[in-house]
Every structure is written in structure tokens, then in C-alpha cells.
């Protein structure tokens, strides 16, 4: 992919994460806060969420931060319940983004133009999807950063990792976020929820969060400066 082609690009893709033991009525306060904003909304138990933005964007005339944004000022006036909000072109950016947030809440958007740089400089444990095990075994073969990763040919990492992280490498980017998913159904909305926004929750139209199609084309980080080692 071109610089010029990801310069078009739009982050329309959210996750939400909220506070830890987040008691299960205020969770489902907050999804119903997800679906004024998009129709299209998956949980994510028990304390997050996934939003497509495509139609949103085009339905409040705005932006992708400036809906997070208005995401979290709903959710802490409302709820009392701040949220860590990331937004980008994938469901591994997107997770990836909320946990970098520090503190209680705060929103990140990761500009399509910007992602590769962005991930490139991340050490590869915060990567979503990468546990302290795989971090682990990545670091002992000199493997520190996110860019580093990217450049290590499909392959070799599912010879690395094994197992169902290995084995299960989509063809090329943005794979797994489009694939077909059979997903827990998201709570359904109190009446008066439904009644106001005229939407009702729906089928998530992505897949479940997957960071291996990031690094399964040899392109999709091509150019990334490495980080220097630590």
C-alpha cells in the first residue's frame, strides 16, 4: 500500500475500553452510548467495545476523534464513567491505541497516514494480541519492536510463536478485520434507548481482534525505520 493510497484513508474503526470491574448496568449504559453514535457495534465483555465509524462519520458530519471525543464527554457526564477511547484503520491499531492511553481516560487517534511509524516504534508487548509469553520468545531472538516484527517474513514468526497464533496468518492486511465472526450477541438496549437514537443493535460487521495480518505482507510496514535497540 502507498503512502498516497493510506494518506486517503479514514480511521473508522473504535475501541472503547472502560474501567476495570466495571459493574455489568454501567457496561451496558456505555454500549448504549456506542449505538447513539453507530448502529454497527460489537461488546466486548467485560469492559469493552468495538464501533464501525464508516457511516457515522457521513450521518454526525464530523470526525473520527471528534465522535471519541463526544463519545467520552457523554459516557463521564451521563455515567460518571470515563473511557479510554482509540481510534484507526484496523481493530489491531484501534486496541492496540486504547491501551497506550495513560491514566483513567483520554482519547487516541491514530492517523491512517501515520499508522506504520506509529506501530513501528512500539515495543512488540504492546502490540494487542501479543501475551507475555510470545513478547517473551520474540525479545529472546532480538525482536523488541513492533517494526522489527513487521519485518520478519510470515513464516519465520509462525515458526517462532507456533500454535494457533502461527498457524492462523490471514493473506495480507486487513484480512482478519473483515472477516465473517459469530460473536456473543451485544445486550439489547433499553426501550427508551431505541426510541431515541430510531437504531437497534446489529450484527458486528468485523471480525474478533487480530494482530497477525499486520506483519503477513512483506509491504505493509515497508520503509519502517527501526527503533534503536534497548
Known amino acids: 500500500m502507498t503512502a498516497d493510497v493510506r494518506a486517503r484513508q479514514v480511521s473508522t474503526v473504535m475501541h472503547v475500553r472502560c474501567p476495570d470491574r466495571l459493574p455489568e448496568e454501567l457496561y451496558r449504559q456505555v454500549l448504549e452510548l456506542l449505538a447513539d453514535i453507530s448502529p454497527v457495534v460489537k461488546a ?4 469493552a467495545g468495538l464501533v464501525q465509524l464508516r457511516g457515522a462519520l457521513r450521518y454526525h458530519g464530523t470526525g473520527s476523534r471528534r465522535l471519541g471525543e463526544m463519545l467520552r464527554v457523554r459516557s463521564v457526564s451521563r455515567l460518571g464513567v470515563d473511557v479510554r477511547v482509540g481510534i484507526g484503520e484496523s481493530i489491531t491499531v484501534v486496541a492496540t491505541a486504547s491501551a497506550q492511553i495513560a491514566g483513567s481516560g483520554g482519547v487516541l487517534a491514530v492517523d491512517a497516514a501515520h499508522t506504520v511509524d506509529w506501530l513501528a516504534q512500539l515495543p512488540v508487548d504492546a502490540l494487542h494480541g501479543i501475551g507475555p509469553r510470545q513478547a517473551a520468545v520474540l525479545r529472546e531472538y532480538g525482536i523488541h519492536y513492533v517494526g522489527a516484527l513487521a519485518a520478519v517474513p510470515s513464516a519465520a514468526v509462525q515458526r517462532l510463536l507456533g500454535g494457533s497464533a502461527g498457524g492462523s496468518l490471514p493473506t495480507g492486511p486487513g484480512a482478519s478485520t473483515r472477516a465473517p465472526s459469530s460473536p456473543a450477541p451485544c445486550p439489547s438496549p433499553r426501550p427508551s434507548a431505541t426510541a431515541s ?34
Do not use: I
Open 44 to 47: 466486548l465483555p467485560p469492559s
Open 197 to 230: 437514537t430510531g437504531t437497534s443493535w446489529t450484527a458486528p460487521k468485523y471480525g474478533p481482534p487480530c494482530w497477525s495480518w499486520w506483519f503477513a505482507s512483506g509491504t505493509c510496514c515497508a520503509g519502517a525505520a527501526r527503533p534503536p535497540e534497548r
